[in-house]
């Protein structure tokens, strides 16, 4: 597989490695809204343990003596959960101000937790240090093709279950999963138009693709914790820049008001992180059963559900 370049035959291949271990996530409609993709279902939380099933199954030798990553919390879960799934020892960076639900769940799967900073580079670089010094292996939390590939299974997924389908809105982070949609969706019906989904704090894409390269913000102020990510990743810039129509940003409000929505209409938890989608689909208009929102996660703080909750 070239550099930038993730192949239909990878996401399949993806698919039936890390079937065993994780859930085909269902649709489910948002009244006066599009189509949900209901990853917040998915074990842990959230999309990212199909990533990361995928990255350590491909290389289980070396991850042998046991795996380190950097994460905000999901991918550091999912992290977690596969190595007590599969018997390995784990150990995730996250930010000093990680959510407490996710550290929680972080060290209830087995891991040992780390502090750093606040954005994902600070974090990925000090688990590449510790990577080295430890003798532990790293997983990239989203610029990598393995990566990409299993985060791709969810455009798999959406395409089989609504085939009609004509857009595709994805929360927008280090790009793993937007990266990994767009190619499994455009790949199999390259009519299909995907939208990637960026509080309007952490633009980081569309600003990207706005100069025509790769820029670093910074910062990243918003209330999607998952989502403060300074720049593309290099993998994620190339993939997306071949299948991704458009970058839109949303505000904090918005996903706020997703959140709200999702929770009183749709009768489901998302997180701000994974509702970004819905508020970007939901300010375009989008609607009915083409249109498709993935819900990426659903690993919220209770103090965070109470203010949304009082919110007006």
Not at 71 to 87: F, K, W
Not at 92 to 117: D, Q, S
Not at 142 to 164: H, K, S
Request: charged share 20%; glycine share 10%.
């Amino acid at each position: 597989m070239d550099a930038g370049t993730v192949t239909l035959e990878d996401i399949r291949a993806a698919r039936e490695r890390i079937a065993p271990y994780v859930r085909r996530t269902p649709l489910h409609p948002l009244p006066g809204g599009p189509l949900l993709k209901l990853e917040n279902l998915q074990v842990t939380g959230s999309f990212k343990p199909r990533g990361a099933f995928n990255y350590v199954l491909a290389h289980r030798e070396a991850c042998a003596a046991g795996i380190i990553t950097a994460s905000s919390g999901n991918h550091g879960q999912a992290v977690a959960y596969v190595a007590r799934t599969l018997g390995l020892r784990a150990v995730v960076v996250v930010p000093e101000n990680v959510a407490a639900t996710k550290a929680e769940a972080i060290t209830g799967y087995g891991a040992e937790l780390i502090r750093r900073g606040r954005y994902s580079e600070e974090r990925i670089a000090l688990a590449r240090e510790l990577s080295e010094g430890r003798g532990l292996h790293y997983v990239p939390p989203y610029d990598d093709r393995f990566i990409i590939a299993g985060q791709g299974t969810v455009g798999l997924e959406m395409a089989e279950q609504c085939p009609e389908m004509e857009v595709v809105v994805v929360p927008v982070s280090g790009g793993g999963l937007v990266s990994g949609v767009a190619a499994a969706v455009k790949l199999m019906n390259p009519q299909v138009k995907v939208f990637g989904a960026e509080p309007a704090g952490a633009d980081r894409f569309a600003r990207s693709r706005k100069a025509g390269h790769p820029i670093t913000l910074e910062k990243a102020e918003t209330i999607a914790d998952g989502l403060r990510v300074l720049t593309p990743g290099r993998l994620t810039w190339e993939v997306t820049a071949r299948h991704v129509d458009e970058f839109r940003s949303v505000t904090d409000d918005e996903i706020v008001a997703a959140m709200r929505r999702i929770l009183l209409e749709g009768h489901l938890l998302s997180e701000p992180s994974g509702a970004a989608g819905v508020a970007c689909a939901v300010r375009a208009g989008l609607t009915g059963w083409r249109a498709i929102a993935v819900v990426s996660g659903g690993n919220v703080d209770l103090p965070v559900l109470r203010g949304i909750l009082s919110s007006s």
